[in-house]
Nanobody, 125 residues
Framework: QVQLVESGGDTVQSGGSLRLSCAAS????????IGWFRQAPGKEREGVGC????????IYASSVKGRFTISRVNAKNTVYLQMNSLKPEDAATYYC??????????????????WGQGTTVTVSS
């Protein structure tokens, strides 16, 4: 059974850093794409970035590029989202998701199949 579990959400001051984890079970990283998404109250879910777990290639949304970094440790079946220079507008529930059958990088939530339950990030100004 495919399962994704996010962790690491917390309250952090503006300008601070946080690292989120996405632990996968029921499948092995290395053959798929893992995406990170976020959704703030009253807003649409948006793509933050994603990683091809075979070669580590990534893409990011323009709003986080240069501040956020996605990495993976396939041996731990875990993908990370390192968030630096956090801003109040980064506050949201963050989700990871996996895409099957297509290893193209994509920030569209509609391209992803299985989702975690989310972890909440609060940024105080």
């Amino acid at each position: 059974q495919v399962q994704l579990v996010e962790s690491g959400g917390d309250t952090v001051q503006s300008g601070g850093s946080l690292r989120l984890s996405c632990a996968a079970s029921g499948f092995t990283l290395g053959l798929n794409v893992i995406g990170w998404f976020r959704q703030a109250p009253g807003k649409e879910r948006e793509g933050v970035g994603c990683i091809k777990t075979s070669d580590g290639s990534t893409i990011y949304a323009s709003s986080v590029k240069g501040r956020f970094t996605i990495s993976r440790v396939n041996a731990k079946n875990t993908v990370y989202l390192q968030m630096n220079s956090l801003k109040p507008e980064d506050a949201a529930t963050y989700y990871c998701a996996t895409r099957w059958g297509n290893t193209d990088l994509s920030l569209s939530q509609y391209e992803y199949d299985d989702w975690g339950q989310g972890t909440t990030v609060t940024v105080s100004s």
